[in-house]
T-cell receptor
């Protein structure tokens, strides 16, 4: 089945130790998104890629970076995780930005920072 | 100002009953879309239903229907014949505009629904 896959499902890192979260998709969608969802809060968009074009949200900290080496994969890099970065990180895709498409979400990666 | 407001942090419903989850939105964009997602405790976001601002009829998908009242800027989700598996967090979300580089969604704070026997 076509889907959005996130690895790992659970990630533990140490304060200040760089960590990379992975997302892959078999939907061949043009747009890939990264959301941060803290406990009991709504998901918050960090950035998205439309094909190779990177679009950062204005309030996304510089500590968060992303890479999209090809259509299928997108990575979230947290350069120096702080305790406040502990959250669920959701990857999503959509076919294109102009149509009324829903976003397809992966299962999320729950990040713990010790 | 909040763009998406969900005023019910928690709701209870009896199995087989219908339940309405409230959502109001704020936008000056004439073209927008409204979405409802379900998030079980496992974490994934599951798309339920979509309503476009120019759609003349209320959207329906199986047991889910969207009560769209454009003048009041509300987009309430109605779940009919509730099942135990409907227990989850429900998010209302809005996408503004149809152009631009990305289908950006703004989410409300969610409503935790618990279905009881």
């Amino acid at each position: 089945d076509a889907m959005v896959i996130q690895n790992p499902r659970y990630q533990v890192t140490q304060f200040g130790k760089p960590v990379t979260l992975s997302c892959s998709q078999t939907l061949n969608h043009n747009v890939m998104y990264w959301y941060q969802q803290k406990s009991s809060q709504a998901p918050k968009l960090l950035f998205h890629y439309y094909d190779k074009d990177f679009n950062n949200e204005a309030d996304t900290p510089d500590n968060f970076q992303s890479r999209r080496p090809n259509t299928s994969f997108c990575f979230l890099d947290i350069r120096s995780p702080g305790l406040g970065d502990a959250a669920m990180y959701l990857c999503a895709t959509s076919r294109d930005p102009l149509a009324a498409n829903e976003q397809f979400f992966g299962p999320g990666t729950r990040l713990t920072v010790l | 100002a909040q763009k998406i407001t969900q005023t019910q942090p928690g709701m209870f419903v009896q199995e087989k009953e219908a339940v309405t989850l409230d959502c109001t939105y704020d936008t000056s964009d004439p073209s927008y879309g409204l979405f409802w997602y379900k998030q079980p405790s496992s974490g994934e976001m599951i798309f339920l239903i979509y309503q476009g601002s120019y759609d003349q009829q209320n959207a329906t998908e199986g047991r889910y229907s969207l009560n769209f009242q454009k003048a009041r800027k509300s987009a309430n989700l109605v779940i009919s014949a509730s099942q135990l598996g409907d227990s989850a967090m429900y998010f209302c979300a809005m996408r503004e505009g149809v152009t631009g580089g990305g289908n950006k969604l703004t989410f409300g704070t969610g409503t935790q629904l618990k279905v009881e026997l």
